[in-house]
């Protein structure tokens, strides 16, 4: 079995421990937690290993621990330094929480180091293992609606309803140094939330960005409302049919209680191409209380003059955690390339970082100008 130690049991460790439970592949040897009562709290909650040993200090754990896999569920800021540090010590398969980091400075440190040492390094991206996700994305690799032309991605974010989160869990988010983005003000919803958006802007389509416009407000404190759109790369080897542009909004509804076991928000998904259209109708939260309607599958197809469904997925939100885990670990034994590896992600990075800028200049900003 390969073994796996964590650093970081806040909230979001609750999902990303799903996939280690009652798996045969892995065991979880360690846990790293600043405050180590909390750690001990999670062990007893999801019934983990009694013999599980505990650290306040990651560095000491991958002093003393032989692992195979560590899992860092850090603040941004302190990702490339953790991951820098698991590298230097030969851990085969590292995964690191979105954002990939704070700069794209600090994502070429990464990369090299995990070059160097020979680790494999991966950004968790849950979304593309969401179940109706991804029958979404076979769907259109196998030209099932034609050549893609346009996606648009609609996050609805609430204020009320999910899960409790302390509020001295949330502190490094007000902080922009930690939070990362915007460098005077910080970015939680282009940086941070956002960043999901970005990475299934690019995944879906398989393409390079070319240029980014965006336009972001300010509500208490956060950076949205939001609207990003972009253009993706042509040239002879990619032909479309038809010019293909992407745009992503972040709405918010402040007044509105969502049902949730999570966060209290959704992504919808509209993605028009040369022979039909696809909408995807839930992702983290509201979907799934929508698609207890038939009038709301979490997928619909309108095609040669005909409206298809697609239902018969697992709706728990969980799950795209629990596939994105297994596919990791999977990864780490067979020693493959991860879908969002630490190059792809810096890609995803530069995209994000390119919205960020473009909100703050007011002005188109070309891909290949960020350095």
């Given amino acids: 079995m390969l073994k796996a130690g964590i650093i970081g049991t806040g909230v979001i460790f609750d999902l990303n421990v799903q996939g280690y439970l009652n798996n045969n592949d892995v065991e979880i040897t360690c846990l790293c937690n600043r405050t180590v009562e909390k750690a001990e709290e999670k062990i007893k909650k999801f019934k983990l290993n009694k013999d599980i040993k505990v650290y306040s200090d990651y560095k000491k754990m991958l002093d003393s621990e032989v ?12 990702h490339a330094e ?9 851990i085969k398969g590292i995964t690191v929480q ?59 974010m609430g204020a009320k309803g999910g899960w409790d989160i302390p509020e001295s869990a949330n502190k490094w988010r007000e902080i922009p140094e930690q ?104 992702a983290t939260s509201i979907g799934n209380k929508m698609s207890e309607s038939p009038i709301f599958a979490p997928i619909v197809i309108i095609r040669d003059g005909k409206v298809e469904t697609y239902s018969d997925f697992e709706m728990d939100w969980k799950n795209s955690f629990i596939n994105a885990t ?13 879908i969002l590896s630490g190059k792809q992600a810096k890609e995803i990075l530069k995209f994000n970082l390119a919205a960020i800028q473009s909100a703050k200049l007011r002005k188109d900003i070309y891909l290949k100008d960020m350095n």
């Fill in 326 to 338: 297994k596919y990791f670990i999977d990864v780490v034994k067979n020693n493959k390339e991860p």
């Fill in 98 to 156: 979105k954002p990939m980091t704070l700069s794209l400075d600090e994502a070429d440190a990464m990369i090299k180091a995990c070059n160097d040492s020979g680790s494999i390094l991966s950004i968790y991206e849950n979304f593309v293992f969401a179940p109706h996700i991804m029958k979404a994305k076979e769907l259109i690799d196998q030209d099932y609606i034609g050549d893609p032309s346009s996606i648009r991605i609609k996050v609805a």
């Fill in 179 to 282: 939070i990362g983005g915007n460098s005077e003000k910080g970015s939680p919803v282009l940086f941070d939330y956002g960043w999901h958006g970005f990475v299934l802007g690019r995944w879906f389509f398989g393409e390079e960005i070319e240029k980014v416009f965006a336009w972001t407000d300010n509500y208490q404190g956060i950076d949205a409302p939001a609207f990003v759109m972009w253009k993706y790369k042509e040239n002879k080897k990619n032909y479309h049919v038809i010019p293909q542009y992407g745009n992503m909004e972040f709405a918010l509804m402040p007044e509105l209680e969502i049902p949730s076991k999570y966060y209290p928000s959704d992504e919808f998904i509209e993605i028009i191409a040369s022979r039909g259209l696809m909408k995807i109708n839930q």
């Fill in 82 to 90: 953790a991951v820098i540090y698991a590298a230097s010590k030969g």
């Fill in 67 to 78: 692992l195979d896999i560590v899992e860092i569920l850090l603040p941004h800021h302190l």
